[in-house]
């Protein structure tokens, strides 16, 4: 479950006397369900299409309880079911409208005609590169130099899948304390490292006849992956002797 600042309704420290909130506390809101949200990937959900929040005079967002709804289920589509953006668009525009639709699955076309069936893996949201650079609020520059790093690898056909908006902004966020793209291929190396790790306990399971297998295959990389993250943290705040929040 979703929840919003102290004082209900999405009322808080951060929010105006009409109820709306800032970024920062809409981010607040969602952290506890997703720890891994970030402003850059809300950016990138509004400049999508997904949510529309209001505008301040000066250009800031002001986010109201309902589009915070809005965004947990965003968020929980492309984590439990892997739905395409448009396809989530669609559907939560439909419910909007009164109309009682069932979830959507992936579809394919065979002889012409849509044929829904169910993902056996994560099918991620992709972006194109323009969308990456505006989610990042970098240039061409920055990404030519972290794709040089590995930092940022494009899928083949030039696109990237959503996570590396998050990486994009992550790598931002560090550049503004002097750590540089190159300080961060020790970072990279030890990710590629933890990812073949899981990648030998979850093998024999993705090459597995059965679907429901493959499909499990899928859910326990995600939490060994989680655990992963989880560990290095611990570790990185051993090392420093600090807790970070």
Same mark, same amino acid.
């Given at each position: ?34 720890? *891994? ?8 959900? !509004? +400049?999508? $299409? =997904? %949510?529309? &929040? ?82 990042? *609020? ?8 972290? !794709? +040089?790093? $590995? =930092? %940022?690898? &494009? ?91």
């Amino acid at each position: 479950m979703l929840r919003t600042p102290s004082g209900g309704s999405g009322h808080g420290t951060a929010a105006t006397d009409s109820g709306l909130m800032s970024i920062g506390a809409v981010l607040t809101a969602l952290r506890d369900e997703f720890p *891994e949200v970030t402003i850059s990937k809300i950016r990138f959900l !509004e +400049s999508e $299409g =997904l %949510i529309e &929040p209001q505008r301040t005079p000066s250009g800031y967002r002001k986010f109201s309880a309902g589009d915070v709804e809005r965004l947990g289920h965003v968020l929980r589509m492309q984590r439990d079911h892997y739905l395409p953006l448009k396809v989530i668009r669609e559907h939560l525009d439909a419910m909007e409208r009164g109309e009682a639709l069932p979830l959507p699955t992936v579809g394919r076309q065979r002889d012409g005609e849509l044929v829904q069936e169910v993902a056996e893996g994560p099918t991620a949201a992709r972006i194109g590169r323009d969308e990456l650079m505006a989610a990042a *609020e970098i240039g061409e520059r920055e990404l030519q130099e972290w !794709e +040089s790093y $590995g =930092l %940022i690898t &494009p899928l083949p056909d030039g696109a990237y899948d959503a996570e590396a908006a998050t990486v994009a902004s992550l790598v931002a966020e560090l550049g503004r304390f002097g750590i540089e793209p190159r300080h961060l291929r020790v970072m990279k190396a030890a990710a590629d490292r933890e990812a073949g790790l899981v990648d030998q306990v979850v093998a024999p399971l993705r090459r597995h006849r059965n679907p429901q297998t493959r499909a499990h295959a899928e859910a326990r990389a995600k939490e060994l992956a989680g655990l992963a993250v989880r560990l290095h943290a611990a570790l990185v705040q051993t090392a420093l002797g600090v807790r970070l929040p």
